[in-house]
């Protein structure tokens, strides 16, 4: 039976082919794809160079651009453009605005300098990711931290807005502090003013073996943090009797996890997290139980295929041992082998193997006395093809399929954990065909035409349900909507070489666009016209 693809994500760009993790884009070279109507599939007009169509757009769209890390501009989040009932936008320019550099300290209210890290996440631009800037304290002189940051982002009607931040600020010996709506000061010189540190809350309590074996646990690191993983309070180190005490600045409530792990790598220890309710464990000690579990031992395994070893594959094992959890890697020499320190006890373990097998998990329990044999199987196949909005095959497509949720024969296995980096790159033959191995799982599939067709690049979601072959995918390539940009200097000079992202503004924003600009400051961006190709 014909399986159509579900498309959830557009992401487009005219001229330019998509590129692997952490390789910036190619400049198109010049105004490549098509001429005229004739070139474009039927029923949609050229615009640009891009193949058009479809209704107009009623979403709002929100720019990123992105100069070099050299570049004395710097980076910017623009909002809230519309298509007004066509299906090309020209923004005939927008300044991007220099970087501005400040020097400033961090102080308690009672005028003590501290050192600190500070980081700035940008607020009023696009929320998935922001735009963040850091910096690392200076360890002379009387300002204790520079960084660079923007002071000016352009808007629609390129105009300027200043941009605001949330502030995180970590200080050495002190709680992390926060602040939001910060806008950078018009001075070179910046104070950050903590309060007293009279005024610190303290959580204290001990760590312990067991109820049943009280042995006071010393040398661990012990350490607050909110639902997101972030340090909420200082950092301390339990004492001979396994005693502790965090700091935390007053005025935080709510639940907080309290975590307490090893600091020597000579002697690995299960990591224990507990759910504290902030307010109530200032004022009552609190006690944390490592729980009874064996002595550490070398375990011996090795991945194969068949009986042919597998070399480079990595190994995760992660068990629940005795009040905490441990977790411990490990990676397969050129005859499939690997060693791990683990506890004894039942673990869940992913094996990644390189192509052509698949993503594993299997729950096992490990002892000194039985080595671990580990056999993934072969990728699934997945037989496609990409065509056009009028059905025409499209030849030399380059498609990057990336998991995004793996399947495992077992449901108890799911879990929240991301998945590991697969990624997997093929290209369409004459007749638009292509063929895929994957993993079991949810993924992205990215197809991006050659340059010069005129047709946008799209992401599409594709389900691999697992092990018998995937067979009659059918990709189509929506028409699109274009819009071209000019970026400038405040002196008017036009920018080249800056990223230019396209957004789809909403409360999930999703990028749809990217391109560069060229030596005159310009870019083309083909995005897909979601509203016309979107399967219900």
Request: proline letters at 10%; hydrophobic letters at 40%.
């Amino acid at each position: 039976m014909q399986q159509r693809a579900v498309i959830i994500i557009g992401l487009a760009l005219a001229g330019l082919l998509s590129c692997d993790e952490g390789d910036e884009p190619v400049a198109p070279q010049g105004r490549a794809g098509c001429r005229a109507r004739g070139d474009c599939p039927q029923g949609l007009s050229c615009v640009e160079g891009v193949c058009v169509g479809g209704e107009a757009p009623t979403w709002r769209l929100a720019l990123r651009l992105l100069p070099n890390t050299d570049s004395a501009y710097g980076p910017a989040d623009v909002l809230d453009f519309q298509f007004d009932g066509a299906l090309a936008l020209r923004v005939p320019h927008l300044t991007l605005w220099e970087w501005a550099s400040r020097e400033g300290r961090v102080a308690t209210l009672e005028g003590n300098t501290v050192a600190a890290q500070m980081t700035a996440r940008g607020t009023s631009g696009i929320d998935t990711p922001p735009l963040s800037f850091s910096a690392n304290p200076i360890t002379t002189g009387e300002r204790l931290f520079r960084v660079n940051l923007m002071s000016w982002w352009p808007t629609a009607r390129d105009d300027r807005r200043p941009p605001r931040y949330a502030v995180r600020l970590e200080p050495e010996g002190l709680p992390p502090y926060t602040l939001s709506g910060w806008i950078v000061p018009s001075t070179d010189d910046v104070l950050f003013e903590l309060p007293s540190t009279a005024s610190l809350a303290r959580v204290s309590g001990e760590v312990l073996l067991s109820e049943n074996n009280p042995l006071p646990q010393r040398g661990l690191s012990v350490t607050i943090l909110d639902a997101e993983g972030r340090r909420l309070a200082t950092t301390a180190e339990t004492d001979d009797l396994g005693r502790f005490e965090v700091r935390l600045w007053p005025g935080i409530s709510g639940q907080g996890i309290l975590r307490v792990r090893a600091t020597d790598p000579d002697r690995p220890l299960p990591q224990l997290e507990q759910a504290i309710d902030l307010q109530r464990a200032q004022a009552a000690p609190q006690v944390l139980y490592m729980g009874q579990f064996e002595s550490l031992f070398e375990l011996q395994g090795a991945v194969l295929a068949e009986g042919t070893p597998i070399g480079g594959a990595q190994v995760r094992l992660r068990g629940k041992i005795g009040a905490g959890r441990f977790e411990a890697n490990a990676d397969t020499g050129a005859e499939g082998g690997f060693t791990a320190k683990v506890y004894p006890g039942e673990y869940t373990i992913d094996i990644i193997p390189p192509p052509p097998h698949r993503l594993t998990r299997i729950k096992e329990t490990l002892s000194p006395a039985a080595p671990l044999y580990l056999a993934p199987q072969l990728k699934t196949p997945v037989f496609a093809h990409v065509v056009d909005f009028s059905g025409q095959e499209i030849a030399e497509a380059r498609i990057i399929a990336e998991l995004i949720r793996p399947y495992w024969t077992d449901p108890q296995l799911e879990d929240d954990a991301p998945p590991p980096l697969r990624r997997v790159e093929t290209q369409s033959d004459a007749e638009g065909a292509f063929t895929l191995q994957l993993d079991p799982g949810e993924h992205e599939i990215t197809i991006s035409p050659a340059s010069g067709a005129g047709l946008p690049e799209a992401r599409f979601s594709l389900q691999v349900p697992g092990r018998q072959p995937v067979s009659h995918v059918r990709f189509e390539i929506p028409p699109a909507v274009v819009v071209t940009l000019r970026l400038l200097s405040p002196d008017g000079a036009p920018l080249s070489d800056v990223i230019a992202e396209a957004w789809q503004q909403g409360e999930a924003p999703l990028r749809v666009g990217q391109g560069i600009t060229d030596t005159n400051g310009e870019v083309i961006l083909a995005l897909p016209n979601f509203p016309s190709y979107v399967q219900k």
